[in-house]
């Protein structure tokens, strides 16, 4: 009796240890939501979570200043690619946003501002062979101002 207990904690322990590795592999497999630039970031706050749908969709949006530019980042001037992939998630978070209505539409203002400064750039990442995951960088270096729109399906 006493040695069945042994062997059940035993299992326990394995399936814990198993379970823990397989979760700790998992999340490595999945990028940080600004690791394109994380070690340049000074300050970033989420300032839209979605609701979470079906599995891991989720669009949400990031405020980040930099303390540094990097050469590594690919922004690129503002164009009718960036047009189409922005208006699509702004149009998406608007739907999302329910009972925060104002918030939304006062952080899609400030957005919409950082877009027609001068100087303001862009950088699309994709993740996944459909797209499970792309991210929108939307950055003007002279006022140290960006956004990160994420949507994961």
Same mark, same amino acid.
């Given at each position: 009796?006493?040695?069945?207990?042994?062997?059940?904690?035993?299992?326990?322990?394995?399936?814990?240890?198993?379970?823990?590795?397989?979760?700790?592999?998992?999340?490595?497999?999945?990028?940080?939501?600004?690791?394109?630039?994380?070690?340049?970031?000074?300050?970033?706050?989420?300032?839209? !979570?979605?609701?979470?749908?079906? /599995?891991?969709?989720?669009?949400? @949006?990031?405020?980040?200043?930099?303390?540094? #530019? &990097? *050469?590594?980042?690919?922004?690129?001037?503002?164009?009718?690619?960036?047009?189409?992939?922005?208006?699509?998630?702004?149009?998406?978070?608007?739907?999302?946003?329910?009972?925060?209505?104002?918030?939304?539409?006062?952080?899609?203002?400030?957005?919409? !501002?950082?877009?027609?400064?001068? /100087?303001?750039?862009?950088?699309? @990442?994709?993740?996944?062979?459909?797209?499970? #995951? &792309? *991210?929108?960088?939307?950055?003007?270096?002279?006022?140290?101002?960006?956004?990160?729109?994420?949507?994961?399906?």
């Amino acid at each position: 009796m006493h040695r069945n207990k042994k062997r059940i904690m035993l299992i326990f322990i394995v399936i814990a240890v198993v379970s823990g590795t397989i979760c700790f592999w998992c999340y490595q497999q999945v990028p940080n939501d600004l690791s394109e630039m994380a070690k340049n970031v000074a300050e970033n706050k989420l300032e839209f !979570k979605s609701k979470r749908s079906f /599995g891991n969709d989720r669009l949400d @949006v990031y405020s980040f200043s930099l303390e540094k #530019m &990097s *050469k590594d980042m690919k922004f690129k001037d503002l164009d009718e690619k960036f047009k189409d992939k922005y208006e699509n998630l702004i149009d998406m978070m608007k739907i999302d946003a329910d009972e925060k209505k104002e918030d939304v539409a006062g952080l899609c203002k400030q957005i919409a !501002k950082l877009t027609e400064t001068d /100087g303001t750039k862009y950088m699309y @990442v994709r993740y996944g062979e459909i797209g499970q #995951m &792309s *991210k929108l960088y939307i950055y003007n270096a002279s006022i140290n101002k960006g956004y990160l729109l994420i949507l994961e399906i």
